[in-house]
């Protein structure tokens, strides 16, 4: 008998690392609020690593009426002897944690909550769940992720760099990829305010990316610092928030001090624990510059407001803007300044890429069509 799948009327678990504001949090959410308010679901989000930096997150489920909000204790968290059987303990006793909520569906977001879900959906009584990679991960490369693999029926991929990923790391025959869906709606798209005093008669140029390592925020300040030297009609504006982890440094000192070497201060603005779309109306272009991306929530962020957008040549970025886009780059100083130029000396060209790329997403990036694709695979 055919497993037919709708999310309509459902009880879901949305799974989180932890309730921090990044690309694929704000996936969920939107996704979140979408299923609650549209069709009608219930939805419970949990996460099981604290971190201080919240509050974006909270103020965006706020903004979406997400109340059933849920932080447990790590299952993923063992140390000394029988750690693995200490983690199988763990997690099926959050499986029966979650019995209370009578899930059809757990929908993890990233590689350890895939772990956690694919081992104890069925003890929690869900009909099912996916592996969920977003893009930028690791594997811990152990007995629990090689039990969780073993389980998995579906494996989702949010890009085709992801999906490809997934193939090597763990030998699977199929990986599916279904892309990112816009997360602004097209009324939250207005025309551009006034721009802050210290910003008139500025080109705006924006990176909104938190400081971890795959992002290369040092080599957009490099390009923008010798572009400065000729044009002095610029300004940049960095958003992102230090990021915190024990296993990873954040970028943050490195870019700091190369903007106080190069005397940049009154160039280069950084602004912490702010909401992307506080930035994106007074932007005039977009960057992304980094060592590693899933299918970038902020280029469509980028995208719906009408940007043009100097990005990185990954896969998930083609995807979004197209093959035939003229502003992809290497990771390179000189590149990036160079195509960087070509935006900030043309403003005509600045508004048909923005309107070019707004009409894209428009077009082919829609959550109806996500969840009608999630629904097809997850009955298939």
Not at 64 to 92: C, D, Q, V
Not at 319 to 344: A, C, I, P, S
Request: overall charge positive; hydrophobic content about 35%; aromatic content about 10%.
């Amino acid at each position: 008998m055919k497993f037919n799948f709708q999310f309509e009327n459902k009880n879901i678990i949305i799974l989180l690392k932890s309730f921090v504001l990044g690309g694929a949090e704000k996936q969920a959410l939107f996704l979140a609020s979408h299923l609650q308010n549209q069709l009608e679901c219930k939805v419970y989000i949990y996460s099981y690593i604290k971190i201080k930096s919240s509050e974006l997150f909270y103020k965006e489920c706020e903004k979406y009426n997400l109340t059933n909000l849920f932080i447990i204790e790590n299952p993923l968290s063992a140390a000394g002897k029988l750690k693995y059987l200490k983690r199988r303990i763990k997690i099926g006793l959050l499986g029966l944690k979650l019995r209370k909520h009578q899930p059809d569906i757990i929908i993890p977001y990233l590689n350890p909550p895939s772990i956690i879900a694919n081992i104890c959906y069925k003890i929690a009584g869900a009909k099912t769940t996916f592996w969920h990679h977003r893009g930028p991960d690791y594997y811990r490369d152990d007995t629990i992720e090689s039990t969780a693999v073993r389980k998995t029926k579906t494996f989702i991929a949010n890009s085709p760099d992801g999906k490809k990923e997934l193939e090597k790391q763990f030998n699977l025959p199929k990986v599916y990829f279904v892309p990112n869906f816009s997360t602004i709606l097209e009324k939250e798209f207005l025309a551009k305010p006034k721009k802050p005093s210290y910003l008139e008669g500025k080109i705006v140029i924006g990176m909104i990316g938190h400081f971890r390592q795959e992002k290369l925020q040092s080599i957009l300040v490099e390009a923008f610092s010798n572009l400065l030297k000729e044009i002095e009609t610029i300004h940049l504006v960095l958003v992102g928030n230090i990021h915190e982890n024990k296993n990873e440094r954040s970028s943050y000192s490195d870019v700091e001090a190369l903007i106080k070497s190069n005397n940049l201060e009154n160039s280069v603005s950084i602004l912490h624990n702010t909401n992307s779309k506080e930035v994106l109306d007074y932007l005039d272009i977009g960057a992304l510059i980094s060592i590693k991306e899933g299918m970038p929530n902020i280029v469509m962020e980028y995208m719906a407001y009408r940007l043009p957008i100097l990005t990185t040549n990954h896969e998930g970025c083609i995807e979004l803007l197209g093959e035939d886009y003229d502003f992809y780059t290497e990771n390179e100083t000189r590149q990036v300044e160079k195509k960087l130029r070509n935006l900030v000396e043309n403003e005509k060209l600045r508004k048909s890429l923005g309107k070019r790329n707004q009409e894209l997403l428009n077009s082919k990036f829609s959550i109806e069509n996500y969840i009608v694709k999630l629904e097809e695979i997850l009955s298939n």
